[in-house]
């Protein structure tokens, strides 16, 4: 489980990220939209102890995410928008390395290669360098990375941007399989995403939190888009001034 309230992140006077609150429970994968700019990446790295809080608190499985960082970590797998891949290295040695980094034991190392070998689907490549990889490949990788410790909270920034449309069905089949075992929070702004893997999504814009739902409560009598649309305009701010131009 995942409980944000009143973040907020400021770089000096620039405060991209305002007073954000959101739930998401255990079992439950859920949308993290807002246009490019709204503070989407931002929120991600505070939840995974990358960057400190301005103000506000985040607790993840219970633990505070600034004062039991250590503990935070061990319960969340993160897939930032570019993978975290060395190019000369081979995939299993890859996960390997971030196995050890992420502090498992060298007995359990080898099930839990196999474990996502198989889940992620890279049993046919796990030989070959991260650099000679399709961007599919290395998307999946990046997937397999983040659950290599077998983490019941998995934030996912971007996962299916850059890929082309056969990719993207196989990474989005993937997040619906890994939902339901674990809370899942998927950073995004294609809508198509959202809509067919998500329970519940929240919609930030400039920063702010401006719509936090059920998915098939705020879309039963419309589409997502044209809540989405309507979030951000009722807000305001630069995303809502393109919408209207």
Known sequence: MIEVANLS???????????????????????FLGPNGAGKTTTMRVITGFLPAT??????EGFDVFEQSAEVRRRIGYLPESPPLYNDMAVTPYLRFVARLKGMSRSAIPEALDRVLTTCGLASVRDRLLGHLSKGFRQRVGLAQALIHDPPVLILDEPTIGLDPRQIIEI???????????????????????????????????????LEGELARVTADRSLEEVFIEAITRDGGPAATAVEA
């Open 9 to 31: 992140k400021r770089y000096g006077d620039i405060a991209a990220v305002r007073d954000v609150s959101f739930t998401a429970s255990p079992g439950q994968i859920l949308g």
């Open 55 to 60: 103000s506000g608190t985040v607790r993840v």
């Open 172 to 210: 989005r089949s993937l997040i619906r399989a890994l939902g339901g075992q674990r809370t899942v929070v998927l950073s995004t702004h294609i809508l198509p995403e959202v809509s067919q893997v998500c329970d519940k999504v929240v919609i930030i814009n400039d920063g702010r939190v401006v």
